[in-house]
């Protein structure tokens, strides 16, 4: 069975640092795009950064970009989100999504001074 399981979240200043992982299980990663989006209280979901199945090719949210690293690892089946210089508009459940479309339960990531 197709799973994914996020992990990493946690409580950060602003000017912190976090890096989720994603670990899956039940297929092999490295056939796969990925991609990792995050929801808000009240807001809708959004694409926050997306990665080749190889890892060749990644792409992020204007939001983001300078700030955080998508990244992969196809031997360990696990897909990384390094996020520096956090905001408090970061603070989100960020999850992790297979395409086609198998999604994680969700981490919590909250920016708070």
């Known amino acids: 069975q197709v799973q994914l399981v996020e992990s990493g979240g946690g409580l950060v200043q602003p000017g912190g640092s976090l890096r989720l992982s994603c670990q899956a299980s039940g297929f092999r990663l490295s056939s796969y795009a990925m991609s990792w989006y995050r929801q808000a209280p009240g807001k809708e979901r959004e694409l926050v950064a997306s990665?080749?199945?190889?890892?060749?090719?990644?792409n992020y949210a204007d939001s983001v970009k300078g700030r955080f690293t998508i990244s992969r690892d196809n031997d360990k089946n696990t897909v990384y989100l390094q996020m520096n210089s956090l905001k408090p508009e970061d603070t989100a459940v960020y999850y992790c999504?297979?395409?086609?479309?198998?999604w994680g339960p969700g981490v919590q990531v909250t920016i708070s001074s």
């Open positions: 999504r297979r395409w086609p479309a198998y």
């Open positions: 990665i080749t199945s190889t890892g060749t090719n990644t």
